[in-house]
């Protein structure tokens, strides 16, 4: 996928803003984005293709990141995210850190209202 065209896309860009503190479980973008699994991969799949995210397995389980060992990259990709307001990613952000706050230390989760899929669940 063309670098410029998986930066063309609001969801893409909500989930870059959204891995810039970190890696994430794929359920943890799910959540945060309050979409489809189905949706957030395809996104996901599309970002990892123009080389700005890697991944990694943990069991059943998919974690992604930010992937900084292209400079190119990694410099329009910096470009790109200092120019979106926070505003754009504010609810994306509450959403998260709920959620994050429903598993345990070692990464369980522990079931809160509806919130039934996780890592490690």
Request: positive net charge; charged residues 35%.
């Amino acid at each position: 996928m063309n670098i410029f065209k998986a930066l063309s896309e609001e969801t893409r860009l909500r989930i870059l803003k959204l891995l810039e503190r970190g890696e994430l479980c794929v359920c943890d973008i799910v959540t945060a984005l309050d979409m489809v699994q189905p949706k957030v991969s395809f996104h996901l799949a599309a970002l990892k293709e123009a080389g700005f995210i890697k991944d990694r397995k943990q069991g059943k389980w998919t974690h992604y990141s930010l992937d900084d060992s292209d400079f190119f990259r990694r410099f329009l990709l910096l470009s790109v995210l200092e120019r979106m307001p926070e505003e754009a990613v504010s609810k994306d952000r509450k959403r998260l850190g709920d959620f994050l706050q429903g598993k345990t230390a070692k990464g369980k989760f522990v079931p809160t209202e509806d919130k039934k899929r996780c890592c490690g669940g």
